[in-house]
């Protein structure tokens, strides 16, 4: 059917099942047919009906009120003020121009929910559909401003998303069909992943990462392979997917939109966010540093109006052969396994992204069941014989041992961590070992966005697993919110840090030390055989992490412009299993446990020689048909 | 060094070498720096210093008269008419715009060869550079029209070279290099070949072939993957190489330059011609059927205009970090392998393409010796376990043997054949028994175009093997000359033949029978069971020819658009062995004895699993990295 035939078939049902509908349009926006009505009863109450007409086209349907009927936001806001009751405690409303609902932000949610009175009150009187969600414990100054975003470009994105409706309902072109797999970025390598998904229809395009080397001699390596044929004019491009917000798989996809791609994004809404944060800081710090910057804002603006927020789980058709669900993958906020749905029951491809199969303070295991999967691609960060074998709670063990063993002898701690994930899980784990008594009380010093990064969490409380979720929204008892947590501001705040001769711990953005705040305490500190560097994460070939946490006696970093040698006497130390990424063993096991076997699996994501390793080894272990492609090779599966 | 600075350093070189040398002009014409001079010792005797200074710039330099002390081609034709002596016997003479050189065709060519004088008189009064052929035997109007066309497209072409002069000393870009092979069409498949070849600077078709099935449930299979973005738009291709003229080699590089492809094709002379010759049949016999055809003769045409002809053993710059060198491939006339010796040093790729390892009645074995090889690609038409292994002289005894009984039984034989290398062969094993008489004298009917490409063999004597050439050139004792061949001519002389009850041999085309007069004889034949039908060449799965050969017991043709259904009670014989392409103990001792050893090696052109069976064979006996491409994939080898 073409995109005509799925609107008049939609109102057709329509017509049939409840012929007063007052339907005043019924349109596209993007994978889902909406239709406006004048009818309350139908917008308000009817679901059963959207639901049944969704499934005998199968289309998403939604229903809302036609734009004529509805009241301004100003007037709105002011009615859901007086209609919810005080002692619901409403912290804000916002409105979802996408979807029409009124977002009501309540500290007890409940006392509305249970009030269904409440709800069809403020649905009938405002023609807004209300949704009660819990008002976050934490504000989120990226969440806020992502939300005013949107809303700003409302009309933008209404006709984007008409525009992709027509595309979507583009009939198949008759012919061969082929499905073909390129590598382009983060293949045999840890970084700039990207990987193209064409089939005879549809070009997809997972993920597109950078390098964050600053080798003036080698520019080029910073990016996938994105001049290549394949992937040129970027606006060849139907899809692009997102897995997870690390700038090796989010860095560049803002350069996509700069060079020409005006497409969907599809990720989760987490993702969103912490992608346009981070990729909003390397731009910043980029400019700081004087490092030549490939992107500005307006293209990471870009992106975010062509935005498609997906939920795990949720099936859209993303072109008209293909259809993406977005699971779990454990690895941070937010963060998914793809799954693409190619032809009719045609076939199948799983890219789990970068993932963790084992439970963590903040997520569920990666999800391993999928309906159907006949390609498998997977991850081999940590697949290399001599990588960390530990499970999450001894990683804890291991970091307060290392802090007790620090406090002893006068001196502090310093953790170099990403703003995303990692620090949340240090954080968590320092205020459950100072509850428990396990560390002495300590002042715990938060740098760079770590603190932003943490209410980006509290904001998306879906995304965590269920005992976070509930220590935090449920018994009100939110770790993030220990007072031994302290953010720092200001570059005073900062001195007065490093000078004081407490006993602390910092944690630090980088990650990989290259660049960022940690490398000012770092000057400071590792003179002194006192103090301690705590790796908690990767570590990548290249990076002044690596080459410090294998033994450098002493580094050249430049203060002031001016090469200044570091001697390093500060104990340098290794908290293995704090990790995102699944290590061997947790590999192995997905596979073990995965549903469906895939036939074929694709390992990439690995420094050095480990992706081939690890397709070896699945290849033997297994038995199942595995291998490792070189950036710039194409497979084909179907 | 840039285009104008080469040009630039060859002029000065000449300054030093030959003070007082009247250049008048300094251009590019493809690769070669072309040197203009109104001095007649330059042009006309000092090759040392055209040498010299090739040598010094790595380039190739040609010496050439100032086109204004050139006579016009009818004077300068009437004066060497009076030098060159009358016993001589002189043939034809006609002009090479692209080099300056006046071709001399004639029956004695050693009495001016031997005569320096004549040639320096010849040289110095009519500015031509005069070149002294041998008359070919035999009279191709391919040939002939072929080279009125170039003459005629003399300033365009001159117009392409200088502008293609210009790329081919563009400096290379800098930046990463890799290099890249893409399989579009003949990889585990026979037919259609085309094998993309992109280095981080260049873009390089091998072939771009069809397979001539007339399906029109799936007319995408007929040519290779040519609409993917590898290879879009075709106006970014630097160069096509042509490997050897049959179509699916050949057959569509029309269509490159019919969809904006202008650049140049690289191949043999005969290669050219042929190429041409199967084009121009091609699109005849498809519209003479109804088939929808794809090109024109005037793309055919567009392709002679931009297309170099190459010497076997000759080095050419194709693109700033990509040279060419064919080799002799022993396959068909003209046929070569590929050698590309890619950056400076940097890597070597042969793609031996369709080749007989093995000293044939017409060629030469293919060339395994290479200045340097790390990938290599082989085809593998006959490497399957139950494929042909008998040698050339055996398959002449089959073929004598089947002609003898046949006879005896009063039956006459009818061969299908390709018009290129297979009826030459079979020309030659005929020719040669009935003037041993291992055969008795017989008529031996020649259809299609056999006669017009058995002419272009003989025009081409350098690209057959030693003995054939000095039997054709040196004995004249030319085979193809013998009394017993008829070429049929009309319709009329057809049915004829066919009423006839003498016993004859007949050679037609098509070699797979689908389609050409072969089809015609076929009908008459099939039902009577005192003829024969005698396979000498691979018929291609899904081809009538196969379904014949594998044992039907009768078939359904059309007639005048009717179907006829034909009872085959003709013997069906098959002289293994007359192969163009090497059998699998060939292939396998090509590998065996090829210097130097390849690091991998690529199998492709092979039908159903051959491709892939062949690579695990070759990686358990040489132990070399072997594999075969799919269609569509691409591996990355550098
Ligand atoms: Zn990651
Ligand atoms: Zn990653
Ligand atoms: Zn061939
Ligand atoms: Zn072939
Ligand atoms: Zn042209």
């Given at each position: 059917m073409s995109f005509r035939d799925y609107l008049s078939e939609a109102k057709a049902i329509f017509d049939r099942l409840y012929p007063d509908n007052k339907i005043s349009e019924v349109d596209y926006e993007g994978p889902t047919i909406v239709v406006y009505t004048k009818d309350e009863e139908l917008f308000s109450k009817r679901d059963d009906i959207a639901r049944q007409i969704a499934q005998e086209l199968r289309r998403r349907i939604a229903v809302r009120p036609d734009p004529s009927i509805m009241l301004d936001e100003d007037t709105a806001e002011k009615l859901i003020k007086e209609i919810i009751p005080d002692e619901a405690g409403l912290k804000d409303i916002y409105f979802e121009p996408d979807t029409g609902e009124a977002v009501i932000e309540l500290d007890e949610p409940s006392i509305v929910t249970r009030n269904q009175e409440v709800m069809v009150n403020i649905k009938s009187r405002t023609k807004w559909s209300p949704r009660i969600v819990r008002a976050p414990p934490m504000y989120s100054r990226t969440v806020k401003e992502m939300r005013e975003f949107l809303r700003s470009v409302k009309k933008e994105r209404k006709e984007f998303l008409h525009n992709l409706g027509i595309k979507l309902t583009t009939p198949v072109m008759p012919g061969e069909t082929w499905i073909r797999i390129t590598a382009l970025g983060g293949h045999r390598e840890v970084g700039r992943s990207a990987t193209l998904i064409s089939t005879n229809n549809s070009k997809i395009l997972v993920d597109c990462g950078m390098i964050n080397v600053n080798d003036p001699d080698h520019p080029w390596e910073e990016a996938p392979y994105l001049y290549v044929p394949e992937i040129q004019p970027f606006s060849s491009l139907d899809a692009v997917i997102l897995t997870h917000a690390h700038l090796d798989h989010s860095g560049l996809v803002p350069l996509l939109y700069k060079y020409g791609y005006d497409g969907p994004l599809y990720t989760t809404a987490p993702t969103r966010d912490l992608a346009a944060l981070l990729q909003n800081d390397y731009i910043k710090v980029a400019h700081s540093e004087g490092h030549k910057i490939s992107y500005e804002s307006k293209h990471i603006r870009e992106m975010l109006k062509h935005t498609i927020a997906l939920k795990y789980n949720e099936t859209t058709d993303i072109t008209p052969d293909v259809r993406l669900t977005l699971y779990n993958a454990g690895h941070i906020l937010g963060s998914a396994s793809v799954h693409l749905h190619i032809g009719d029951g045609l076939y199948n491809i799983v890219l789990s992204g970068d993932q963790k199969f084992e439970k963590t303070w903040l997520f569920n295991p990666a999800v391993n069941r999928f309906p159907r999967v006949e390609t498998f691609m997977i991850e081999s960060t940590y697949a290399g014989r001599d990588d960390y074998t530990y499970t999450r709670s001894r990683a804890g063990e291991i970091l307060t041992d290392v802090i007790n063993r620090t406090f002893e002898r006068g001196g502090s701690v310093l953790i170099p961590v990403f703003a995303v994930g990692r620090s949340q899980e240090v954080m968590l784990v320092i205020e459950d070992a100072v509850k428990r008594n396990i560390i002495p009380r300590t002042n715990v010093y938060l740098e760079g966005m770590i603190m932003e990064a943490t209410a980006i969490h509290a904001a998306y409380p879906?995304?965590?697993?269920k005992d976070l979720r509930e220590q935090i929204m449920?018994?009100?008892?939110?770790?993030?919110?220990?007072?031994i947590f302290k953010q720092v501001e200001t570059k005073k705040q900062r001195e007065e840090i490093m000078d004081s001769s407490e006993s602390k711990i910092i944690l630090a953005t980088a990650g990989m030390m290259n660049g960022g705040p940690v490398l000012d305490y770092f000057k400071s500190m590792a003179p002194l055989r006192e103090h301690s560097l705590v790796f908690v994460g990767y570590q990548a070939d290249g990076t002044l992490g690596r080459y410090i946490q294998s033994g450098a006696k002493n580094v050249t970093l430049t203060d002031n412009g001016k090469p200044v040698k570091i001697d390093i006497n500060m104990s340098v130390e290794t908290a293995e299993g704090f990790s995102g990424h699944s290590n061997k063993a947790q590999l192995l096991n997905y596979i073990a446990t995965m549903q469906p076997k895939p036939q074929r699996i694709l390992v990439n994501h690995g420094d050095g020689d480990k992706c081939y390793e690890f397709s070896r080894l699945i290849r033997s272990k297994f038995g199942i048909d595995a291998i490792s492609l070189k950036n710039l090779e194409t497979v084909r599966v179907y």
């Open positions: 879906e995304y965590l697993n449920v018994k009100r008892d939110n770790p993030f919110l220990s007072d």
